[in-house]
């Protein structure tokens, strides 16, 4: 099956910096989506990106489908963005996706 | 917006007890899905159902079955509850349209404790 590896496992900013997650993937894929888990453990899709770029906000994401990988963008991090981002792949199996281990993120005030 | 309900955010059972846990989503999705989350495990697919009456393995099935009688209900089923089982259980939906899978909507997860 697909592999997901995430990078880095943990991460710990200043508010007001910026990071880079990174997504890879084994496989082809047809589906990618970055999602974030706040602490209270609710998980929101952030984005859905098999390919390209997009950005909402301070957040942006890009897929290198050919080069199996996916970068998630946080500028001027702020306290409300600590959580775990996860990214997870799937390629027509009924909506399946393989969920990486995910990047754990703490900003500090 | 989309909405996935989990019928309890917290159980506690006991050894033994048949458990539901119910998932109903409001947007008409096609794709229903049941993920325990664990510590140091990530999350890990029990179940999926990609229309009514259907029904999938995902990587981690045994101890567990699912009914999907309604497009918009899922349901989780611990036949005999074991204390391994203790866990955050997520139920997610999305929708199939055009050939493609769209975006996963989760619900707010129910925490399991089998005592």
């Known amino acids: 099956g697909i592999q997901v590896e995430q990078s880095p496992p943990d991460l710990i900013l200043q508010e007001g910096a910026n990071s880079t997650l990174r997504c890879n993937f084994s496989d082809s894929v047809n589906n990618l989506q970055w999602f974030h888990q706040n602490p209270w453990g609710q998980l929101i899709n952030l984005f859905y990106i098999p390919s390209g770029t997009k950005q909402n906000g301070r957040l942006s994401a890009t897929t290198v489908a050919t080069e199996r990988y996916s970068l998630l963008y946080i500028s001027s991090s702020q306290t409300t963005d600590s959580g775990v981002y996860f990214c997870?792949?799937?390629?027509?199996?009924?909506?399946?996706?393989?969920f990486g281990q995910g990047t754990e993120l703490s900003v500090k005030p | 917006d989309v909405k996935v309900t989990q019928s309890s955010r917290y159980l506690v059972k006991r050894t033994g007890e048949k458990v539901f846990l119910e998932c109903v989503q409001d947007?008409?999705?096609?794709?229903m899905f049941w993920y325990r989350q664990d510590p140091g495990l990530g999350l890990r697919l029990i179940y999926f159902s990609y229309d009514v009456k259907m029904k999938e393995k995902g990587d981690i099935p045994e101890g567990y079955s699912v009914s999907r009688e309604k497009k918009e209900r899922f349901s989780l089923i611990l036949e005999s509850a074991s204390t391994n089982q203790t866990s955050m259980y997520l139920c997610a939906s999305s929708f199939f349209a055009g050939g493609q899978d769209g975006e996963l909507f989760f619900g707010e997860g129910s925490r399991l404790t089998v005592l």
């Open positions: 997870a792949v799937g390629y027509n199996q009924g909506g399946k996706l393989i």
């Open positions: 947007m008409d999705h096609e794709n």
